[in-house]
């Protein structure tokens, strides 16, 4: 009994400790998506490196980007997204619902780098994507959206 219980409990505690030694593998490749969440890392680490055409291929023909600065057709969104240089990202607050063969993305961004040269606002953005899974498996942004949070963080007036 004894040496069950000795070896029992340094076995036990390895394994607990397993599950947090190991940093989370954060998705960088349409091949490793498996979700909302990891469309849309994939999505903007795309963006950072600069993958026009990968991610042209993930945009559907009548795809529409909303920002602040208006609304972008598939072209135009691509153009706008070629003015910048991100050096880093990050997601936050993200939720992911599926319904059927759509995802609806929505999350807090966090950007930093540059866009014409200058640096981009520190402002986080609120987003949303929608993507739809379609022929061949392969999972399609329909329209994107994201403008600067507000101080009063989306409460109605």
Not at 35 to 59: K, T, Y
Not at 97 to 117: D, K, M, W
């Amino acid at each position: 009994m004894r040496i069950a219980t000795s070896t029992l409990i340094p076995v036990a505690l390895a394994l607990l400790l397993g599950c947090t030694v190991w940093n989370e593998r954060k998705p960088t490749a349409w091949t490793d998506v498996t979700g909302g969440e990891s469309l849309e890392r994939v999505f903007w680490h795309e963006v950072q490196a600069r993958h026009w055409p990968d991610l042209e291929s993930r945009m559907a023909p009548n795809f529409v980007l909303i920002t602040s600065e208006g609304t972008f057709d598939r072209a135009a969104a691509i153009e706008h997204w070629k003015q910048l240089q991100i050096q880093d990202f990050s997601l936050g607050e993200l939720q992911s619902q599926l319904n059927g063969n759509t995802y609806i993305v929505t999350y807090i961004l966090n950007i930093r780098g540059t866009a014409h040269g200058k640096s981009l606002p520190t402002t986080p953005l609120r987003a949303l994507t929608i993507w739809q899974r379609q022929v061949r498996e392969q999972w399609v942004m329909l329209a994107h959206s994201a403008t600067p949070l507000s101080s009063s963080s989306g409460s109605l007036k």
